[in-house]
């Protein structure tokens, strides 16, 4: 299994960036796909989730509104719409997959174990939102 995340930058505030989460190694009908973010000196975020099966989603509430998560199976991707850019945007964002049975719900507790239990994860991509 190999997730490669690519589609950082550099950024002004307010600004909007495309991550993209390449994957290869399983099928994504079986895993639950997200992303999670570290800033310096931070605890990992869980930031959203989509399901490999149905396509739902999850958003934590601090991107809610401004995050849009979606994949395309066909090319095993999944991609991280990202608007209206905050400096506290700022940080590594990793792509990660978990095993998950087909329509589970996409929730909190889903992004959890995405953040700290999947066993598949990128290198990550860097965002910097200058104000």
């Known amino acids: 299994v190999l997730l490669q995340a690519s589609g950082g930058g550099l950024v002004q505030a307010g600004g909007s960036l495309r991550l993209s989460c390449a994957a290869s190694?399983?099928?994504?009908?079986?895993?639950?796909i997200g992303w999670f973010r570290q800033a310096p000196g931070k605890e990992r975020e869980g930031v959203s989730c989509?399901?490999?099966?149905?396509?739902?989603?999850y958003y934590s509430d601090s991107v809610k509104g401004r995050f849009t998560i979606s994949s395309d199976n066909a090319k095993n991707t999944v991609y991280l719409q990202i608007n209206s850019l905050k400096p506290e945007d700022t940080a590594v964002y990793y792509c990660?997959?978990?095993?998950?049975?087909?329509?589970?719900?996409?929730?909190?507790?889903?992004?959890?174990?995405?953040?700290?239990?999947?066993?598949?994860w990128g290198q990550g991509t860097l965002v910097t939102v200058s104000s």
């Open positions: 990660a997959a978990l095993v998950m049975r087909r329509s589970a719900p996409m929730n909190a507790a889903t992004m959890y174990l995405l953040v700290y239990e999947s066993a598949y």
């Open positions: 190694g399983f099928t994504f009908d079986d895993y639950a």
């Open positions: 989509i399901s490999g099966s149905d396509g739902s989603t």
